[in-house]
């Protein structure tokens, strides 16, 4: 079956630094790959979508990278604020199956 | 525009009970999922609705169930409660299925004594 690894349960970074967070799947070929951000205590916030023909796609200090030969997927976030603090989730799918959700990376952004 | 709204936000059963969830969409947005959101097993995919009809199900007893009603509202059931049924229950609502992009709503949470 399709597995998610998110490789890092926590991360912490000093404030002004980028942050990477890392997705890793396996036994899958999706069609696009989400990022969502959750606070303590709310339902995950939709960030990026980046489709499996796509390299790279930014928004504001965010950036995604999707490499379908590496199964992998890598989510920046540069010159990170205390604000940025939060657990990052990454999400595949394809076509109209449901979204596949890896465990998520707890980033921690030290002032 | 509202966002998603669950109702309700907190809810403490004992084991054997049921219960139901409630969750209203955005306007406009007809798909409706559910996610069962838990510190172990991370957020897992419950149930998904589209005009009235469950399109996809995920790996849970038949204990779980849902509805959608003709104004995309949704609904969903959790009889004979287990312990393990402790967690939080997520709804989001989507305007297309594919890509599936989900706007969640804030979350039951759900405690079974």
């Known amino acids: 079956s399709q597995k998610i690894e998110q490789n890092s349960e926590a991360l912490n970074i000093q404030e002004g630094k980028t942050a990477t967070l890392t997705c890793n799947y396996t036994?899958?070929?999706?069609?696009?790959l989400q990022w969502y951000r959750q606070d303590p205590g709310r339902g995950p916030v939709f960030l990026l979508l980046?489709?499996?023909?796509?390299k790279e796609k930014r928004k504001e200090r965010l950036k995604v990278t999707f490499d379908t030969t590496l199964k992998q997927s890598l989510f920046h976030i540069t010159a990170s604020q205390p604000a940025d603090s939060a657990t990052y989730l990454c999400?595949?799918?394809?076509?109209?199956?449901?979204?596949?959700f890896g465990k998520g990376t707890r980033l921690s952004v030290i002032a | 525009k509202a966002g998603v709204t669950q109702t309700p936000r907190y809810l403490i059963k004992t084991r054997g009970q049921q219960v139901t969830l409630s969750c209203s969409p955005i306007?406009?947005?007809?798909?409706v999922s559910w996610y069962q959101q838990t510190p172990g097993q991370g957020l897992q995919f419950l149930f998904e609705?589209?005009?009235?009809?469950?399109?996809n199900k995920g790996n849970f007893p038949g204990r779980f169930s849902g509805r959608q009603f003709s104004n995309s509202r949704s609904e969903m059931n959790v009889s004979t409660l287990e312990l393990g049924d402790s967690a939080l229950y997520l709804c989001?609502?989507?305007?297309?299925?594919?890509?599936?992009?989900?706007?969640f709503g804030a979350g039951t949470r759900l405690s079974v004594l």
């Open positions: 989001a609502s989507s305007l297309s299925p594919d890509p599936l992009i989900q706007y």
């Open positions: 036994n899958y070929s999706p069609a696009y």
């Open positions: 980046i489709r499996e023909n796509e």
């Open positions: 999400a595949l799918a394809k076509g109209n199956t449901p979204l596949v």
């Open positions: 306007s406009g947005h007809r798909s």
């Open positions: 609705y589209f005009s009235e009809t469950q399109r």
